[in-house]
């Protein structure tokens, strides 16, 4: 219990108090702290960039997700050989892909900007564009986690009776018929699922923005993790600003989680 709620209470203690130069606790300040995080552009920013990015991160793994699952569940030959290779950015560690990708998207010499110079493009600036950077965070932050999306929908796709679709079959069911009428109701408990918790993952994503643009450009991808991180490590040492970002982050996560229970939830078919 002391490993669970300690950090939580220290956080709330902290996040009422000042801070001096060494970085500890300096007397009471009450709401001080969050009145000037309320009242600063730059913290709506980062919570309007940090929505953008658990938006863009779960739409991409359920909508890839489902682009390979569904054809991937079908047995045919090669399809395991196929299932196994899917699985492969689970076996990478998030810091080793983040540079991996970083590498790949350096301007000029990046091989994603060679290629697109050898298609007659100019350089698209995947992390150095503020219009672009924060897609490309959510691209790769989507593809270190499609193997445990695929893994799931698979296990979900797989659960499903045969005598189903070899009913649709003898009506007639098409492919988007079948999915759209019977494939994806009878998966929803497991989208549900992903969703709940990738939406969670994605506001609690440090590694990912950290080693690809720390927050950079022109803060286009500082989200609430990447601030709370730099209020606290980032030079000032502001353990008390730093707290009361975490806290706002956990009632985010907690109120977010609530709405998906009390909305999306009825809409999942648990048979």
Do not use: C, H
């Not at 499609?146 to 499903?160: E, H, K, P, Y």
């Not at 506001?203 to 730099?230: H, K």
Request: overall charge neutral.
């Amino acid at each position: 219990m002391s490993f669970d709620y300690w950090p939580l209470l220290r956080t709330g203690f902290l996040s009422m108090q000042s801070t001096n130069l060494f970085g500890q606790p300096n007397g009471f300040v009450g709401g001080e702290n969050f009145a000037k995080m309320f009242g600063d552009p730059d913290f709506w920013r980062t919570l309007g960039v940090t929505l953008l990015f658990m938006l863009g991160s779960v739409a991409g793994k359920v909508v890839v997700g489902l682009a390979i699952a569904l054809p991937v569940s079908r047995r045919v030959r090669g399809t395991g050989v196929f299932r196994a290779s899917v699985l492969i950015p689970m076996a990478v560690s998030t810091a080793v892909a983040g540079l991996a990708f970083r590498a790949l998207m350096t301007p000029s010499t990046g091989l994603l900007d060679v290629l697109a110079n050898a298609l007659g493009a100019s350089n698209v600036g995947w992390l150095t564009a503020t219009d672009v950077s924060l897609l490309s965070v959510i691209i790769v932050d989507v593809w270190t986690a499609i193997g445990f999306t695929v893994l799931l929908l698979l296990a979900a796709l797989d659960s499903i009776d045969k005598q189903v679709f070899e009913a649709a079959d003898v009506d007639g069911a098409r492919f988007w018929r079948r999915t759209v009428s019977i494939t994806l109701p009878l998966i929803t408990p497991t989208l549900f699922f992903i969703i709940v918790t990738q939406s969670i993952q994605a506001l609690r994503e440090f590694t990912i923005i950290n080693v690809l643009t720390g927050g950079g450009p022109a803060d286009s991808t500082r989200t609430l993790v990447i601030d709370i991180y730099q209020a606290a490590f980032g030079g000032t040492a502001d353990y008390g600003a730093s707290s009361a970002r975490s806290l706002i982050l956990l009632v985010l996560i907690l109120a977010l989680t609530a709405i998906q229970f009390g909305v999306l939830e009825r809409r999942v078919n648990y048979r």
